[in-house]
Structure formats: structure tokens, C-alpha cells
């Protein structure tokens, strides 16, 4: 069949045969892909959690603790403990094993004295 083609669409074959093959060799690259190799340890931040929350997939609870953090009430490092329900995505970063969690978040509330500042050189 391929010796009776007319030589104006041989090159349309060949085009297509070029094609296949390349198709072939991608269809083998992707069976061959590890769904489960680790990609790497990521690391949240409270840039991560603001792009997560101004997302369209973002859930209630976490666009509302983001309107309070964007109005000084509140902050990113304090979601656990502040944030009333936890929103899911926090919930679901924790449980990741390639995520990690700033060791230092929840920072702790800073206390706030009955006296003034004092300045340390008076």
C-alpha cells in the first residue's frame, strides 16, 4: 500500500508515521512515570497561604481568615490557633508529608505590659 501512494501525499505520510512515533515514545514516558516519587519538600509560608486563600478553589474559612489578616486583626502564623473553624487547606498542608510546617508557627500573642515602654539607657 505505502509503494502505490501518490508522490503529492507521500509527505503527508511520512508527516503522520513522525507523529505516531513521537506519540508512542510520550505514551512510554508516561507509563513509565513514578506517580508516587516524591517532588520535593515544600515549605509554607504566609505568602503561600495568602496565594492559596485568593485562589478560586479557596475555602470560606480561609478567604475569611484572610479579610481578617488583611485588616491587621490577626496573622498567616497564628491560622491553627486563631482561625475559628481551622480551614481545611491548613488542615490538609499539616497532614502532607512532603509539606513542612514552620516549627515556630503559632507564635506566641505578645503580652502587653501595664507600663509604658522604657527606653533601655534611661
Known amino acids: 500500500m505505502i509503494q ?3 508522490p503529492h501525499a507521500r509527505a503527508a505520510y511520512d508527516r503522520l508515521m513522525t507523529s505516531c512515533g513521537e506519540l ?15 517532588a520535593g ?5 504566609a505568602e503561600l ?6 485562589s478560586r478553589r479557596a475555602s470560606a474559612d480561609l478567604i475569611h481568615y ?5 485588616s491587621g486583626e490577626c496573622s498567616w502564623e497564628r491560622v491553627e490557633v486563631d482561625a475559628t473553624p481551622v480551614p481545611p487547606e491548613v488542615e490538609e498542608l499539616k497532614a502532607d508529608p512532603q ?3 514552620p516549627a515556630e508557627w503559632p507564635t506566641p500573642i505578645a503580652e502587653t505590659g501595664t507600663s509604658p515602654y522604657r527606653i533601655p539607657w534611661e
Do not use: C, M, Q
Open 4 to 6: 502505490s501512494l501518490p
Open 99 to 101: 509539606i513542612l510546617w
Open 24 to 38: 508512542e515514545a510520550a505514551r512510554t514516558r508516561a507509563l513509565n512515570t513514578d506517580l508516587k516519587a516524591p
Open 49 to 54: 497561604l495568602a496565594r492559596l486563600a485568593s
Open 41 to 45: 519538600t515544600r515549605y509554607v509560608t
Open 66 to 70: 484572610a479579610t481578617r489578616v488583611a
